[in-house]
């Protein structure tokens, strides 16, 4: 069996409460309120999944879903330069997929069965995992259902990381105010949604400028503790 691997966030501290890194052979949730740097962090192991395992990484190439249409090609360009890629190399080497809906989301993580082991991908990004399920199954009529589907979902993508020993990073917006979620099944209260996936499920909180704090949520085997990491016009960094 192969051993799990680690890919650096480009902050230590960060890197230190996740033991080393985002694991391969699980899924890592990024969970926070708007503007936490989901997304940057998402950028930035898009990125760093590609450098050699001295530095970090993987030596390998990224799947990412957008399901909200905030990727951005140029702070792949910035992020990728900060680690001295050649900016060109490192965007052929993410494979950038939309989706529209919740189906499509479905069908393309279907399809990753046979396109992951073809082009060495290392890392799956879904940027986030839950705000179409959010939108198409709306109210406590559709909770049920929602929560089957995204369940049903979230196991593909473990059972993806787990056959061809990559990460899977998905990401999930919570409100301010935890308490709007109480009552729905499919998060957790504090807000994460792998309350009945085995994974690891970092939040993210918004500290004084451009600093965010992450907290590992319910993992006996991590250190405990947060970690204090900035987003510059570089990424994520201690
Ligand atoms: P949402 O829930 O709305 O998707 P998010 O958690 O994904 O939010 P991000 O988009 O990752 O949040 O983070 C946005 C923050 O990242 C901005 O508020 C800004 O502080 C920082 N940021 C984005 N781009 C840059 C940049 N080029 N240079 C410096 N900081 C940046
Ligand atoms: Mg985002």
Redesign the pocket.
Known sequence: RLSIKKITTGSRELDNILGGGVETKTITE?F????????????QLSVNVQLPPEKGGLSGKAVYVDT?G?FRWE?IE?MARAVGLEPDKAMENIFYQRAYNSDHQISIVEELFSFVPKNNVRLVVL??VTSHFRAEYPGREHLAERQQKLNAHLHQLMRLAEAYNLAVVV?N?VMARPDVFYGDPTVAVGGHVLAHTPGVRVQ?RKSKG?KRIARIVDAPHLPEGEAVFV???EGIRD
């Not at 926070?32 to 950028?43: A, N, P, S, V």
């Open positions: 990024f926070g309120e708007y503007g936490t740097g989901k997304t940057q962090i998402c950028h909200e905030t702070r910035a940027d986030s990401t917006q993210l451009n987003i510059t016009e």
